[in-house]
Every structure is written in C-alpha cells, then in structure tokens.
C-alpha cells in the first residue's frame, strides 16, 4: 500500500510559478511509476505529467509542454510538479498518482494509488 500527499498548492498570478510536491509513504516508491494529473470542475480528469520508476522518462500533455517539469527524489518517497508560465487555464485540482505497472503513463485508471489532491488558482 501508498498513501500519496500533495502540498505546493495555492492562488498565483498568471505568469508565475509554483512546485506541487507528493510525498509517499510506504518503502520501494522508487519501484513505482509517478504522474500528476488535473480536474476542473464539472470536468474530466486531465493528464499532466508521468515519470517512470527508473526516472529515466517523462511524459507530458501538449497543454504543458515546455512549461511543466516532473521529477522525482526516491530518497525522500517524494515526487515533484514544476510549474512555470503558468496559466488561467492551468487553475484546477492536481492529484500525483503512483503505480507499479502501468501500460499507458497517460492513462488515469492505469494508477492504483491516487493523493488527495491539491488546489491550483491562476488569477489575472
């Protein structure tokens, strides 16, 4: 079992930054594949960023791309969301999502263990 717990969220103006971080508990997370993806409300839930177990790959929506950088620390169970330029269209919630075989990294239901999210507001 993981248990995931997002944190970094928060209001930021449009053109800022801001680092979501997920930190995991439970040993062998280096063993586990990462994203983060985002819900607006009313919304499906979109992909964002994946990372594999190894660190060696990520992957990353067309909406974020250039923008966002996915990364990890295994010796702290720690995955991490950079993001920059941010945009009015990037307010939403954003969940980090970790599992050990995933076939799709841009899948959702490809994810076992999900946070429980943390809140993102771009303002003008």
């Known amino acids: 079992q993981v248990q995931l717990v997002e944190s970094g969220g928060g209001l930021v103006q449009a053109g800022g930054s801001l680092r979501l971080s997920c930190a995991a508990s439970g040993r062998s997370f280096s063993n586990y594949h990462k994203a983060w993806f985002r819900q607006e409300p009313g919304k499906e839930r979109e992909f964002v960023a994946a990372?594999?177990?190894?660190?060696?790959?990520?992957y990353y929506g067309d909406s974020v791309k250039g923008r966002f950088t996915i990364s990890t620390d295994n010796s702290k169970n720690t995955v991490f969301l950079q993001m920059n330029s941010l945009k009015l269209e990037d307010t939403a919630v954003y969940y980090c999502?970790?599992?050990?075989?995933?076939?799709?990294?841009?899948?959702?239901?490809?994810?076992?263990?999900w946070g429980q999210g943390t809140l993102v507001t771009v303002s003008s």
């Open positions: 990372i594999t177990s190894s660190g060696r790959s990520t």
């Open positions: 999502a970790a599992s050990m075989n995933v076939l799709n990294m841009k899948v959702d239901d490809q994810y076992a263990y």
